[in-house]
């Protein structure tokens, strides 16, 4: 459980911060909720299934070209997220914008970004297990930044289709240290 992802944000006023949970049994999330107090909305996920309770219409087909980068990036090596987001390339096709907590995860579930992406280990992490299953449930492509199974490798990339985790993968490989 994280009772408040975004603390950084919470504490600046921002309304970009969310309450995450999940339930891990056996290194599998068989449940998972994300909740935005400001809008009201509570995205969940359970059994395969993914929803949506609070604002109705919240989920969306309207096509976007939204592309969350996590601000907060390691400290012990090139951060991915700031180069990827200065990549004219990436600006061309995406319009990023800069987060720093799991309700971007949600909104790549429910179509209101197009992707996520965040750099560094995160297996176990409080802050995106919740995400990651919401993006699961939903049916988003998510893998860490070599393409492979979410917290296979160094960070995640959760998109809502093929084409873009596709398109982000090759954008991220020109930044990644090997």
Same mark, same amino acid.
């Given at each position: ?65 939204? *592309?969350?980068?996590?601000? =907060? $990036? ?6 991915? @997220?700031?180069?990827? +987001? %200065? /990549? ?52 988003? *492509?998510?893998?860490?930044? =070599? $393409? ?6 160094? @960070?995640?990339?959760? +998109? %809502? /289709? ?17």
């Amino acid at each position: 459980m994280d009772p408040l992802c975004g603390t950084l944000n919470f504490a600046a006023r921002t309304t970009t911060f969310s309450v995450n949970v999940a339930l891990v049994q056996d290194d599998a999330t068989t449940a998972a909720a994300v909740s935005h107090p400001p809008s009201g909305e509570v995205h969940w996920a359970a059994d395969g299934s993914f929803g949506m309770l609070g604002r109705e219409g919240a989920t969306t087909t309207t096509p976007n070209r939204l *592309v969350d980068i996590n601000a =907060d $990036g390691p400290l012990d090596r090139p951060f991915v @997220g700031a180069q990827l +987001a %200065a /990549d004219p390339d990436l600006r061309g096709q995406f319009s990023p914008r800069v987060e720093s907590t799991t309700l971007a995860l949600a909104w790549v579930a429910t179509g209101q970004r197009l992707a996520y992406l965040t750099d560094g280990m995160h297996q176990g992490s409080v802050h995106f297990t919740a995400g990651i299953a919401l993006c699961d449930a939903a049916g988003c *492509v998510v893998t860490d930044f =070599d $393409g492979n199974a979410v917290h296979t490798g160094p @960070g995640i990339v959760a +998109a %809502a /289709d093929a084409e873009t985790h596709t398109t982000l993968l090759a954008l991220i490989a020109r930044y990644r240290a090997r």
